[in-house]
């Protein structure tokens, strides 16, 4: 469990930290007026980052938790480390470079070149498709091979992280979906730049959970 | 003082005045109705779960005398009972239901940050709660595993409910997390984005701190449970060996290998733990403005209270093994899990502490949900004491598993949470429905229902230290309980059953007051929060009118010397009002 405490003490404490600071050196019972140039919002006052940022932390928890699991059932007698299959590579090359088409489109669009938009979330949603089904067929190769699911705990960690972070990648690919017929819609600009920005964050987090997770399965 | 607020942005927050019934009532985006929504939900099930604790108590106190109650539907009864009352009904209606109606109000802002995706959440919960309603029906009945659900027994044959019932009980906690993740990013978001013009973090009543806070454990720690529920359904359906050990069945090789249960134990109580602060953290917010209210004093120690809520909700993280003392563990983990739940403690009798200071010499008006807040500060200082017995290992291990237990959690967990929901709908429901309930008839029921409670929970007490066991259907030989225990029982059945039958009281009020109660004033108990200077009551879609309201003080501005009246609410300026207390010098 200490993955899972770690993860989520950084977590809380980051958010407790932050509270502790507003609260500090307030005095809540003093009166006052409002004064129009003392405004300041939090966060630049983007709801849908706070709200992202925070699914981000509760997605957080349920890998770090899994993780835990991993790390304490590992250590009982019946593990047999699995060996990986040699596509996970070209699956990892391929959600970096969705990660980067994903950034590349996001910079064009806070850049205001719109023309570069349409290719670009093509070309992310082609690339995250891509690792979708290199995932799959992963899948099938351990399958065939005799490593399935219930062989040893070892495979059911591996199928159980590879499914729920490839239900997550999906979960962003509604995200995507919308973005995408929006842009061909010809919708009002800032809206489709508001979910590639969005989009963007979430697949720089599901590489970066990618590589831990992956990483981790390789040392183990 | 830096302000944070920006709800006057509207162009933020999509609002769209809903006009048919359906879409006013039914797909409501309003976060009122919403609330409402949840609420029924909540009691609906609530209910349910009180009609099964009247069975089980049937049964430990009158044994062999109801053929209709087999072994077998006593623990689908436990089970139920327990699982319903702490996630479907106290998490739901405490952040589901206060959560969604006081954010904004107290807050003063418009309605959610994102009103379609509270409407799914709520919707995503009523469809986990058929899930779990269904598993009564299915083949095998409902799981009788137990609310913890501890493998290997929860799937093993030889458990109730081990065919559907598991499965089902599974997937509705995995719908029901779902909703609660939708729920919670815009409890979160809102609290940090929508708040009014000069409501800064530190002017927010403790309702919202308490919701608040609950809500970032919930997120953070319902995860552990969805992990512990895929991995026992997988388990459970596909033969995988998470959690379960090389066991054999009836004789017969079920085919899992070398899992661990204590595995599921510590995933579990990850998420087990802050769950009771996920209950009790919103309480304790309530209470405190119950309290100041009904007393007309500003609340003890503010800040403290808001740092002491903060603080639970960090340690709450680092004390689940202290449900997992009987499971064995190096004994300097127990003394690790034990010092830290000793320090739950400090924080917490901080509160209580200042509760108590509120209350004195202020000008107490006892009114119905002043009688539940100051309930449940009796009945949250005996469960929090007897925390302190089970807090200890050695102390732990031989009343683990008796009535001594049962009775802690339920004074703690289950009574004191209750006292305050029941407060906390007395206290605004002149707002929620615009109309006055019968005050005779709620003082009966809160009489009745508190009394009513310590004459369950005190007997119990006493039968733990006998050694009692809990969860056994029936006794059997055991010559070490004299037979007075069973007289015992037989008296905690009995007022068990005239609790549960006292709370008609309140389903009478309830509809006395919707079908003939008087018009309420907008403002009847003279609060300070922004939820009562709607312009309308109830207040309407968008909550405020045309103008949001500007914020320019606490919410405890009671009995303010030099000023006409004892409250001074919070949108009232500084140049028409003193500026509260100075320099935080009591005025006595």
Known sequence: MEIGLIVLAIMLATL????????????????????????????????????????????????????????????????IPMTEPQLLWANTAVLVFASVAFQWTRNHAVGGNAARIRPGLVLAGVLTTAFLVGQYIAWLQLYAAGQTLTANPSNAFFYLLTAVHGLHILGGMYVWVRATVR?????????VKQSIELCTIYWHFLLFVWLILFGFMLST | ??????????????????????????????????????????????????????????????????????????????????????????????????????????????????????????????????????????????????????????????????????????????????????????YVTT????????????????????????????LLAFPALLVSAIMMLLDKTLMTSFFMPAISSFGQDPGYTGGSPILFQHLFWFFGHPEVYIVALPAFGIVSDLLSTHARKNIFGYRMMVWAIIAIGGLSFIVWAHHM????????????????????????????????LTLWEGNIHLRVPMLFAIGFIFTFIHGGLTGLFLGNVTI?????????????????????PVLVVFGAIYHWWPKITGKMYNETLGKWHFWMTFL?????????????????????????????????????????????????????????????????????????????????????????????????????????????????????????????????????????
């Open chain 2, 191 to 218: 609290v940090l984005q929508a708040r009014c013009r000069g409501m800064t973090l530190m002017r927010m009543p403790l309702s919202v701190w308490g919701i608040f806070i609950a809500t970032v454990l919930g």
């Open chain 2, 452 to 588: 009513g409670t310590y004459a369950i929970y005190l007997p119990m007490h006493y039968l733990g230290f006998q050694g009692v066991p809990r969860r056994y259907f029936a006794m059997g030989n055991t010559d070490f309980m004299p037979a007075s225990a069973q007289d015992l029982n037989a008296w905690i059945t009995l007022s068990a059953l005239f609790v549960a039958f006292t709370q008609i009281l309140f389903f009478i009020n309830v509809f006395w007051s919707l079908k003939s109660g008087k018009k309420a004033d907008p403002n009847p108990w003279d609060a300070t929060t922004l939820e009562w200077q709607t312009p309308d009551t109830p207040p309407k879609h968008g909550n405020w009118g045309h103008d949001l309201p500007e914020c320019h003080r606490w919410a405890y501005d009671y009995s303010v010397p030099g000023y006409p009246d004892d409250f001074i609410p919070q949108n009232v300026p500084p140049e028409d009002a003193p500026a509260g207390r100075q320099h935080g010098v009591p005025e006595h």
């Open chain 2, 1 to 186: 003082m830096g302000y944070v607020a920006i709800a006057d942005r509207d162009h933020d927050i999509e609002h769209h005045d809903p006009d048919t019934f359906i879409t006013k009532y039914i797909w409501s985006q309003d976060h009122k109705v919403i609330a409402i929504q949840y609420g029924i939900t909540a009691i609906f099930v609530g209910v349910i779960a009180l009609i099964l604790s009247a069975m089980m108590r049937l049964q430990l106190g009158f044994p062999d005398t109801f053929s209709f109650i087999t072994p077998e539907n006593y623990y689908q009864f436990v089970t139920m009972h327990g699982m319903i009352m702490v996630i479907y009904l106290l998490t739901a209606l405490f952040l589901g239901g206060f959560g969604n109606y006081l954010i904004p109000l107290m807050c003063g802002s418009r309605d959610m940050v994102f009103p379609y995706m509270n409407m799914l959440s709520f919707w995503v919960y009523l469809l986990s709660v058929i899930i779990l309603l269904a598993s009564f029906f299915v083949p095998g009945g409902s799981t009788g595993a137990g609310w913890t659900l501890y493998p290997p027994q929860a799937i093993m044959q030889g458990t109730p409910g081990t065919d559907w019932g598991i499965i089902l009980m599974l997937a509705s906690l995995g719908v029901f997390i779902i909703a609660f993740t939708m729920g919670g990013l815009n």
């Open chain 2, 396 to 416: 732990d291990l031989p009343l683990s598993d008796t009535y001594f237990v049962v009775a802690h959690f339920h004074m703690v967990m289950g009574v004191s």
């Open chain 1, 16 to 79: 407790l930290g932050w509270l502790l600071k507003q609260s500090f050196n307030t005095t809540p019972w003093v009166a006052d007026a409002v004064d129009e140039s003392a405004y300041q919002a939090p966060f630049n006052a983007r709801p849908k980052l706070v709200a992202l940022a925070t699914f981000l932390a509760v997605a957080t928890s349920f890998f770090a938790l899994i993780l835990s699991a991993y790390a304490l059932r590992m250590e009982l007698g019946d593990w």
């Open chain 2, 325 to 356: 003392y009987v499971s064995g563990m190096n004994p300097y983990f127990g003394f690790f899990f034990a010092t830290t739940t000793l320090i739950i403690a400090v924080p917490t009798a901080l509160k209580v502490y200042n509760w108590v």
């Open chain 1, 183 to 191: 842009a061909y819609g010809g919708r009002d600009p800032d809206t």
